[in-house]
């Protein structure tokens, strides 16, 4: 927390500023929900304005947007908070298509946002559960690299798998 | 951490710039760390198909520990499973695995096992008897194959290794068929490694065997023979576990011998380190009536479970009907009907208690808390319910390894297998089970746990 805050119970904003020059203006409270900005803001409390050269707006938004949705719910004291945010988080990754769901897991991580990174990679997991090897790479559209006979040695070995 | 490092986190790396246009890198060039995460959540079985994606996924699941629970390995539909199947039990059987966290069973044809590989002696006849599993440990099954020879299978990946023959017991077991020599010769088997997670790795193979079971051999892979401990002869062994380098032997007494199979490294023989003589005898609290002690008797495992070591005992009624009542023998003749009631041998309760060396006794466990054992002809192991969810906390998974009463009747034997809760006291079959026509009869061979690594 900031050492100018202890006066005033309206919360501070933050200004970030995409790769994109498009810049969010956010609570504190939400935007340190990632670990890289709350890192910044303990480190460097008097800067209000963070640029993130790294993402993209569109992304960035995105993270914002589930960032806020578990801010807000986790400031009411409400019992039923994680069952909200749990049909939240369904309802976020529900429909993302496999070129977002890449981009927004690049920015999670970017941003050390530890839940939402464990949420997408659990949506990134629940494309592979039960998948054969052939759907695995349509889903993700990743060419297999394998040289010659290599491909057909892994599935020898694990031959019950293909079955 | 000094600011700018951190500062520079959010800087760095330029191939993590997300969203430009043009470096769009595809998934099979994501981070590591991110590719690990995904790979944390997959079943084994996903796992093995991840492998085939392209070459980088490949090599990252093939050096990650990917740790699943265990999996129970069961005979093939159609053999074994009907009352007095002529058919001898064998490996061929050993062909369905059920795994419990995606609730499937996979199927494998496990002749081949046998028919490919390098040291490969299986000439198909079908009057030698077949396979028989003595052990399973760390993801391999100790067999013993058609000639009683020892070796190592790892059914997912198919490797082999053969094992020194045990010289001893061919030589007194000559009125012995190779069906004998194969179930009896050893009663348990396990592996046993260096360390945890280390490429250079030492790997041993320890079994309990004699005709009591009062001995204990070891091999390290590689050796031409088998080497016996300096165990207490007078005693027999209940169970073996291998941590840390060490073999834990416990005794039919509930002593606990510790040897460091490390210090074998100069070629001199394993320093004995501990030997854990409980002043007190175990206190089974079974003296309510109910557990007359002729009606019963108890099986003992030794399972190391959040660094405490565990003696389960494991209360057997020699007869048991439908209702859980414990019967005499005589009580199963009627006057009216002269054929014998079928009351096969069954769980019918368990006792937990723990290693208490500064106090040295075997203290009373009430509660498993997290954590779920599984029990039976495997090296006993310990799983926490929160990170498999799959497994019921403080609860008691068990397969039948009651070799000696197992071949007594033709109607029942492998049957005594299921999940005990502690807290509720109560049993349940295992997940499943019923599934597969396995039911109540005779399931030969029996189930093993087995939990799958390649």
Redesign the interface.
Known sequence: MSSSSTTTTTTRLLMLKA?DGVTFEVEEAVATKLG?IN??VE??GSEDLIC?????G??LGMVLEWCKKHANNNTNSDKGNDEVNKWWDKEFVMDLD??TL??L???A??L?GTEL??LL??K??SM??????EE??ET???????LPG??EE??K??????? | MAPSNKKRRLYYSSSRIVGEGGQYRDWSGLHTDLLELILKKLSFHDVSRFKAVCSSWSNLASTSRVVSSPWLMLPNLGHGCEYGSLASPSLDNFSRFFSLVEKQHYKYSSKQWFQEGVDDDYDDDDDSPEAWCVGSSHGWLVIMDHNASPLLLNPFSRRKIRLPLMKDVMLISDHLTVRDVQKSCISKAIVLFSEEKKDKNKTWVVVIYGSVSQKLAYCEIGDKSWTDLDGDQSLSYCDILGHNGRLYALSSSNTVEVWDLRSTDCGSFPAKVMNFVPESALCLGLDDGKFSNDKYFGQSYLVESMGEFLLVTRIIGYYVDSDGELLDEADLLTDEDTHPLVCPYRTVAFRVHKMDLTGNKWDNVDSLGDRALFLGGNESMSFSGSAFPECDRNSIYFTDDYWDGMNGDYLYGGHDNGVYSLEAKTFKPLPYFDLFGDGDGKVDPPPFWIVPSI
């Open positions: 790769s890289a890192n910044m480190e460097e993130l050269p790294n993402v993209n569109k992304f496999q070129n890449y981009h897991l690049m920015a991580d970017y050390s990174v464990d990679t659990e990134v997991a592979i559960r039960g998948k054969k090897v695995i790479r993700f559209k990743i060419k297999s690299d394998f290599q491909e892994i599935r070995k694990n031959s019950w798998a293909f079955e």
